[in-house]
């Protein structure tokens, strides 16, 4: 079992940033890679990015290039979600989840996930 815990989520304007962060503990030590997703009202949840936990790989969607940037502290089994240039459209609950061990390529499908946290509410005022 794995447990994850996300904070850093709050109440910004177009164009903040903030720094979303993911505690996870229980059994974590044969994590591939972990990822953040986020879900806006009326929209299904949709893949932001993710790190291989080793080696510190990274993909992102398409949508979040060149404006968040996903790191994570192996000491401190934390992954982390900086997010600047915000806009109104980034407004969604973000979750962090882990890999499915079977899967050994980052993924972006909710599927191959399987512990999620309780997710964080980023709202983005225009």
């Known amino acids: 079992q794995v447990q994850l815990v996300e904070s850093g989520g709050g109440l910004v304007q177009a164009g903040g940033s903030l720094r979303l962060s993911c505690a996870a503990s229980g059994r974590t030590s044969s994590t591939y890679a972990m990822g953040w997703f986020r879900q806006a009202p009326g929209k299904e949840r949709e893949f932001v990015a993710a790190i291989t936990w080793s080696i510190g790989r990274t993909y992102y969607a398409d949508s979040v290039k060149g404006r968040f940037t996903i790191s994570r502290d192996n000491a401190k089994n934390t992954m982390y979600l900086q997010v600047n240039s915000l806009k109104p459209e980034d407004t969604a609950v973000y979750y962090c989840?882990?890999?499915?061990?079977?899967?050994?390529?980052?993924?972006?499908?909710?599927?191959?996930?399987?512990?999620w946290g309780q997710g964080t509410q980023v709202t983005v005022s225009s």
């Open positions: 989840a882990v890999q499915r061990p079977q899967y050994t390529r980052i993924a972006t499908t909710t599927r191959a996930y399987d512990y």
